[in-house]
């Protein structure tokens, strides 16, 4: 374990990933002793009112104590987000749920039942003074997840407190599935950052809100898919300002994730969408080799089956059409390496949405400011 001074100043580095599966050469193999004393070192932090990122099973998040107003003004500060889109509160135990909402009816608690601890977000009926007013943007709900990684569950456990921990990154820039991410984004911003090497998922969690009627409304679409969700659920629905263009207009998000371009890489991305796939990858070479011809740098976001038809300065893989779980998890990484290439002009495939496709098409129009070409 150690200290690493970065930026303007020290950011506290902690490896918990025994050296494995990490891009920084200088983080080494961690006895459990040590990753026992990371944690108690990183709960400190938290519970001193500052800012630890951590691994989840979907992305790095950014935490910080979800009660004190301080400590959760650091995340906005450092992220640099807008003040009026909510938190999520990370908690390690289902006997934190009754310190923070009023209730939960029983739709959410079978949810709770099926995917908890995982990558399912459900807002609920705050407690009036039981978390800052930062956390829930002024709504009269909240939203609470219990994660899957065991780094996440031991660090709220040790710092005793719900964390609220929305994703480690510059608000807008591609979500961290590596230490080295949030590293690149928050570094000299931030407490310290706890290196549990790749997230799995690769996508932020499913937000979803229950209604007392068996009825399940999805505010942000995840892995924890509306199939999976109606298996539990008497009916399941998509919030409408979800649809595309809606959101940026609505007075105040419900949800994390429903307002705002997220995930954006620094050059210009655009989507290619159809049903003949013969069509959408002409018009994916074409719009690369146009680009190219101004003099841009190049790249492709493209399925195995397809990757063959694309020159590009640089081609991404985002595994096979058939296995978009794949996807999920290189999308992020794939947007922040156009970053690290100095790609100014980009092309993505859509996928069908159907099942995670939901979630990484969600994503890739956030990330493309709704520039869609349909063919």
């Known amino acids: 374990m150690e200290s690493k001074h970065c930026g303007d100043e020290a950011t506290k580095y902690w ?18 002793d040590e990753v026992n004393k990371a944690i108690r070192e990183a709960a400190d932090l938290l519970r001193a009112g500052r800012t630890v990122a951590f691994p989840t099973e979907t992305v790095y998040g950014l935490g910080a104590d979800a009660r004190s107003n301080e400590a959760v003004e650091r995340i906005f ?20 749920l009754d310190e923070i909402v009023l209730d939960v009816n029983d739709t959410a608690r079978r949810l709770m039942e099926a995917y908890w601890p995982g990558p399912l977000t459900l807002v ?29 569950l031991r660090l709220i456990a040790a710092a005793g407190c719900p964390v609220a921990a929305p ?10 599935t590596l230490a080295s991410h949030v590293g690149e984004d928050l570094a000299g911003l931030i407490g310290g950052i706890v290196d549990g090497g790749p997230t799995g998922v690769g996508l932020e969690s499913t937000v979803a809100e229950a209604g007392p009627d068996g009825t399940v409304t999805v505010l942000r679409p995840g892995s924890v898919t509306s199939e999976a969700l109606a298996r539990v659920a ?61 003099g841009e740098v190049t790249g492709v976001l493209a399925y195995d089956e397809h990757l063959h038809r694309y020159r590009a300065s640089i081609v ?17 990484a794939g947007l922040r390496r156009f970053d690290e290439e100095g790609a100014t002009f ?5 996928c069908p949405e159907e099942g995670v496709g939901v979630a990484v098409m969600n994503r890739l129009l956030k990330a493309a400011g709704d520039e869609v070409i349909d063919v």
């Open 15 to 32: 490896n918990v990933n025994g050296g494995a599966d990490t891009e920084d050469s200088e983080y080494t193999g961690s006895h459990e």
């Open 77 to 96: 500060s450092a992220k640099g987000r807008p003040s009026d889109n909510p938190l999520i509160v990370h908690i390690a135990d289902l006997s934190q």
């Open 124 to 152: 609920l009926p705050v407690r009036p003074g039981a978390v800052s007013p930062r956390v829930t943007a002024g709504l009269s709900t909240v939203a609470v997840r219990m994660p899957a990684h065991p780094i996440a």
């Open 167 to 176: 994703s480690a990154n510059r608000s807008g820039r591609p979500s961290p």
């Open 234 to 294: 008497a009916s399941v629905h998509t919030d409408p300002a979800l649809h595309s263009g809606r959101e940026e207009n609505s007075p105040a998000p419900r949800s994390p994730g429903m307002k705002y371009t997220h995930y954006a890489p620094r050059g210009s991305l655009r989507i290619v969408r159809g049903q003949d796939p013969e069509a959408v990858a002409a018009r994916v070479q074409a719009e690369l080799a146009a680009a190219e011809a101004r």
């Open 316 to 332: 991404i893989s985002l595994g096979p059409i058939g296995a978009l779980e794949t996807a999920a998890h290189r999308l992020y």
């Open 346 to 350: 980009m092309v993505a495939e859509a």
